[in-house]
């Protein structure tokens, strides 16, 4: 049964997720949103996990219903139809979880598609903002000048400013393709800096 619900879930993640999902208000947090799918699942596997227990315990109260049976003077035409009407309330409730659980699942793996799906297009919509990559680069620079080591927070136009030098020489002299990709402790070669 679990296997069925998870196959039945994904199917409706994968569905949910190309069909249905309207994309979140701009700016949120890409894994913001994955931590939450992630919550998300942990919580479904744990609604998955008490129903197997609840189903294990009817399960036991069945098998000791049987037992005290066995050990009842009644008759045989008695214990059938109490065993009958035993089954069929676990039967009627085990229905009743089911739809419950299914329309649960559904729901969660519809707002996870939604929320995949928002993701996804906040992650587009930043690499469709990213400036292009640069893959040439002039000589035409000062040769003379300094070794700086980036500060954390820093920016090619700080530190241009700061060194007294332009951007697109700093560019130039380090083959920067990226230049909002810079790091801390990285050495950069500053044409003509102080």
């Known amino acids: 049964m679990r296997n069925f619900l998870v196959a039945g879930g994904l199917?409706?993640?994968?569905s949910a997720g190309t069909a249905s999902a309207q994309p979140r208000a701009t700016?949120?947090?890409p894994m913001l949103e994955l931590a939450n799918l992630r919550q998300d699942v942990d919580l479904l596997r744990q609604r998955m996990g008490?129903?197997?227990l609840n189903l294990e315990q009817m399960q036991r109260d069945n098998a000791a219903l049987q037992a005290r049976a066995n050990e009842s003077h009644v008759t045989l035409e008695q214990l059938n139809r109490a065993v009958a009407d035993l089954n069929r309330t676990i039967q009627t409730a085990l229905a009743e979880q089911k739809r419950d659980v299914l329309v649960q699942v559904g729901s969660q793996i519809e707002k996870l598609a939604k929320q995949t799906q928002a993701a996804i297009d906040a992650v587009a919509r930043n690499e469709a903002a990213?400036?292009?990559i640069q893959t040439s680069f002039s000589e035409n620079y000062p040769k003379e000048?300094?070794?700086y080591t980036v500060q954390p927070g820093e920016s090619l136009a700080v530190i241009a400013k700061k060194t007294?030098?332009?951007v697109q020489d700093i560019i130039n002299a380090n083959k920067i393709s990226d230049p909002s990709r810079i790091r801390a402790g990285q050495t950069l070669f500053i044409p003509q800096g102080k």
């Open 50 to 52: 008490e129903l197997s």
């Open 27 to 29: 700016g949120t947090d």
């Open 145 to 147: 000048g300094i070794s």
């Open 130 to 132: 990213r400036p292009a």
């Open 11 to 14: 199917a409706l993640l994968l």
């Open 164 to 166: 007294n030098s332009r």
